[in-house]
């Protein structure tokens, strides 16, 4: 079996930023996230709310995922999430959201929103893989997907260690409406629990 690459997940750099802006080169990424320059580095740079992370992989940049505070939600919103375009489609969101779940300024940290585009179907289906729950539909005065994710419990151990085949599937086998028992896990990983196929999981 492929061992699961290690991420590091540090906060964004003014050196990430060459590879960052390259990325949008790509016309999806830029359609949904860009233009990118100097003006978003610098605010970046300077937000002493917000926080942008920087996930790499053997030193090479592949997710940036921005974070701000909602107190009117008590929520942490996810203001940007990109995979470098030429690892699209091959885990790197997925594992980049867990490792940064697994930070510890992050661990205290319950409740989670995005807002995704209604023109942006890819970001929608990667959020609910994920166990995001939809709380409104995109609508004339707001065009975005109102999402939601919980953390129950202290984390016991690192989300995103299941294996990929594992967790796709136990998510075809599953319904979405299956009610999840609260364990101290994130809820993506709860629902894996649920199926026999996967019980030893829940003695580690
Ligand atoms: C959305 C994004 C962050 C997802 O990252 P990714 O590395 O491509 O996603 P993953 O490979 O981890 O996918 C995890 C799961 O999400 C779902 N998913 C991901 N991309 C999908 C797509 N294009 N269509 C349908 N489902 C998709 C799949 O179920 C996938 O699991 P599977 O491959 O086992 O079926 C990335 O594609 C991206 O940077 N998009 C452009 C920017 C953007 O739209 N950001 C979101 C708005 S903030």
Request: glycine letters at 4%; charged letters at 25%.
């Amino acid at each position: 079996m492929t061992p699961e690459p290690k991420l590091e997940v540090r906060r964004f750099a003014a050196e990430d930023f060459p590879t960052y802006r390259s990325w949008y080169a790509d016309a999806r990424l830029n359609r949904h996230l860009g233009p990118m320059d100097e003006d978003w580095l610098a605010h970046v740079l300077a937000d002493t709310e917000g926080e942008q992370w920087a996930v790499r992989s053997d030193a090479a940049l592949v997710a940036v995922i921005g974070l701000t505070p909602d107190p009117e939600q008590s929520a942490w919103v996810i203001t940007d999430f990109a995979v470098d375009p030429t690892r699209r489609g091959q885990g790197w969101g997925w594992r980049a959201w867990a490792a940064l779940l697994a930070q510890p300024a992050l661990r205290e940290r319950r409740s989670f929103r995005a807002y995704v585009a209604e023109d942006n179907p890819e970001a929608l289906a990667f959020f609910e893989v994920l166990g995001w729950q939809r709380l409104a539909a995109p609508s004339r005065e707001d065009p975005f997907w109102a999402l939601a994710w919980t953390r129950w419990g202290p984390v016991r151990r690192a989300a995103g260690v299941v294996p990929k085949t594992s967790r796709n599937t136990v998510m075809k086998l599953l319904p979405q409406s299956s009610t999840l028992d609260i364990l101290a896990l994130p809820c993506f990983q709860v629902s894996h629990l649920r199926h026999p196929f996967l019980q030893p999981l829940a003695r580690q």
